[in-house]
Every structure is written in C-alpha cells, then in structure tokens.
C-alpha cells in the first residue's frame, strides 16, 4: 500500500521566494529520501534523510524529519525558474526486509520568472 | 562517472507484443529495482534484483519478469502488452538495499 503523500499537490511561486513541501507517511521507517522529477524524465536524487535524524541541508535545499508525527519536510530557499519540476519524497514500504521505494503524486512546483 | 543508463528512450509496440527493456547500474553499485510511473502518478515499484536473483516483488502480473546479469545489469520484459502498460519505465540502483536509490532517464513505452 502507498506510504508516502506530499503535500500540496500544487505550488506556485515567484522566482526568488522560498518553498515547502510535505511528506506524511503511515508507519515507522529507517530513512527518506527526496527527488525532483522535470517533466517526463528521471528523477533526480535530492537528499535521503535517517530516522536519528530531525534536519539535514544540501545547498539551497533542507530537509527536516518528524518521526513521531511521521512527517518531513522540503524547503527550497531562494527558488530559481529551473527548480520548476515535481517533487517526491520516497520512503520505503513498511514490510519487514522491504527495499521497495513507496511514491505518492508528488507535488507540482512552478516558479515563476 | 556514468549515472545509470537505460535503453530504448522511447518504444512503440502494439497489443499483444513483447518489449525488452535495458538499465545499467552506476558504477558500483549492485542493485537493480525497475518502477512504472503512468502519466501524473508516482513510480510504482515492480521488483528488485540482487546477486542476479529477484529480491522483492511489487503488485505485478507474472507478464512483467526481469533479469540481472554478472556485470549487474538488467533487463525488464513485458509480455502480451496492453494499452494499459504504456508509462515511463524506469531504473534505480543502489548498493545493498536501503541506501540512496539512483534512478535512469526513463524508457517511454506507448502501446496502441
């Protein structure tokens, strides 16, 4: 069953302000990872974010993690016209020994110029 | 460094037919999962190879069978296609099992 649902589904911003994504996920995990997908092609790897940890940063992007609420977050700061792509946050499948990736719609980032 | 990489970037088959896809892991790595994303959805996960054996298995029929060979690349067959197997077929790899997942570019196979 899915585990991941980002939040919102819809996003648009002027270039240069900054962005937030939500994650909720239903049941405990090891990791989570973020990625970026421009239309129709690959997605790109972000970030992967352990359960002992609350917040992790990659240049313009941070990455927060709320096991007890079990929620993350993704901010973009400074956001530029190229940043415009889907967002997905991915943790695994909850089934014990699982290595599946689990993906909701992922949210539609448009910046605008 | 080459990322992972995958072939065909674009297919058209018609019902009924077979389609071979290719996916060849980063350098390093030794894992292989293949996911489907249709049109405005999320990759959905097929199956994963290890030590050329599949590892986990995603809701998938039996047409969909996969393969991976000593120099850990893979291959994901699709027998009699149906119009609903058209999506973005794409590759990840990693090491191990639940560390960062790389993906490829992506096959487009459109089935009329």
């Known amino acids: 069953s899915q585990q991941g649902e980002e939040d919102p589904q819809a996003l648009s911003i002027q270039e240069g302000e900054n962005a937030t994504m939500n994650c909720s996920y239903k049941?405990?995990?090891?990791?989570l990872q973020w990625y970026r997908q421009n239309s129709g092609r690959g997605l790109v790897h972000l970030i992967l974010?352990?359960?002992?940890?609350r917040e992790k940063h990659s240049g313009r992007l941070r990455v927060t993690l709320d096991t007890s609420k079990k929620s993350s977050s993704l901010l973009i700061t400074a956001s530029r016209a190229a940043d415009t792509a889907s967002y997905f946050c991915?943790?695994?499948?909850?089934?014990?020994?699982?290595?599946?990736?689990?993906f909701g719609k992922g949210t539609k980032l448009s910046v605008i110029p | 460094d080459a990322g992972v990489t995958q072939s065909p970037t674009h297919l058209i088959k018609t019902r009924g037919q077979q389609v071979t896809l290719r996916c060849s892991p980063k350098?390093?790595?030794?894992?292989v999962s293949w996911y489907q994303q249709a049109l405005g959805q999320g990759p959905q996960f097929i199956f994963q190879?290890?030590?050329?054996?599949?590892?986990q298995r995603g809701n998938f029929p039996d047409r969909f069978s996969g393969h991976q060979f000593p120099n850990y690349s893979s291959e994901l067959n699709v027998n009699a296609l149906l119009l609903g197997d058209s999506a973005l077929y794409l590759c990840?790899?990693?090491?191990?099992?639940?560390?960062?997942?790389?993906f490829g570019p992506g096959t487009r196979l459109t089935v009329l």
């Open positions: 990840a790899s990693t090491w191990g099992g639940l560390n960062e997942q790389f």
């Open positions: 974010i352990r359960s002992n940890e």
């Open positions: 190879y290890y030590e050329e054996e599949e590892r």
């Open positions: 049941t405990s995990i090891n990791n």
């Open positions: 991915a943790p695994p499948y909850s089934g014990a020994g699982s290595y599946q990736l689990t």
């Open positions: 350098s390093g790595h030794d894992t």
